[in-house]
């Protein structure tokens, strides 16, 4: 049994894995990497998303270096176009490739973003089951489009990017306050 689940939520997440490796030429070392960390906030990777975890990991360590060096062709190779951005003010639109590279790409990965997507984590994601994954409120959000297949960035939303940071902000002073009322 899987700590925290009960015996039928582990069987399931068994039973999606089986599936997804089935639509994979995974090997040994990858199965096993699946099954330890297919759990995150949601639920199973495997069975809300329809790929497994390690594809998951394959694409966050691509999306990390291409961030890091701010490396434009190679996080287009990691987008699925076209791409959901929300500004900051909630407004939304697709980009299509051609726009990210003609003018798009510096607002939509501002620095701040960049620097956020250099410390995306697999422990860090939240599922929705046929939706795909997200981190940090709904900031980033991952899809894989088809069974077993490597998720793809699909949309970055600048307001939730923005609310994300307010939010922790608030917690990091909320958890200073009691360390500075007991001087």
Not at 98 to 109: K, S
């Amino acid at each position: 049994m899987v700590a925290g689940l009960p015996d039928a939520s582990v069987r399931a997440a068994q039973d999606c894995l089986l599936v997804i490796w089935d639509a994979q030429d995974a090997p040994a070392d990858r199965r096993e990497f699946d099954v330890v960390h297919d759990e995150v906030e949601g639920g199973a990777i495997s069975c809300a998303t329809g790929t497994s975890a390690s594809e998951f990991e394959q694409a966050l360590v691509a999306i990390r270096a291409a961030a890091a060096a701010n490396d434009k062709a190679a996080l287009m190779r990691e987008l699925s176009v076209p791409l959901l951005y929300i500004d900051s003010d909630g407004n939304r639109r697709d980009v299509l490739a051609d726009e990210l590279v003609e003018a798009g790409f510096d607002a939509v990965f501002s620095p701040d973003v960049l620097a956020m997507m250099q410390d995306l984590q697999l422990a860090d994601m939240t599922v929705v089951p046929d939706q795909g994954a997200f981190f940090r409120l709904g900031a980033i959000w991952l899809v894989a489009d088809r069974q077993g297949g490597r998720p793809r960035l699909v949309t970055v939303n600048s307001q939730a990017f923005r609310e994300a940071e307010e939010a922790a902000s608030k917690v990091a002073t909320r958890e200073r306050r009691p360390a500075l009322d007991g001087r």
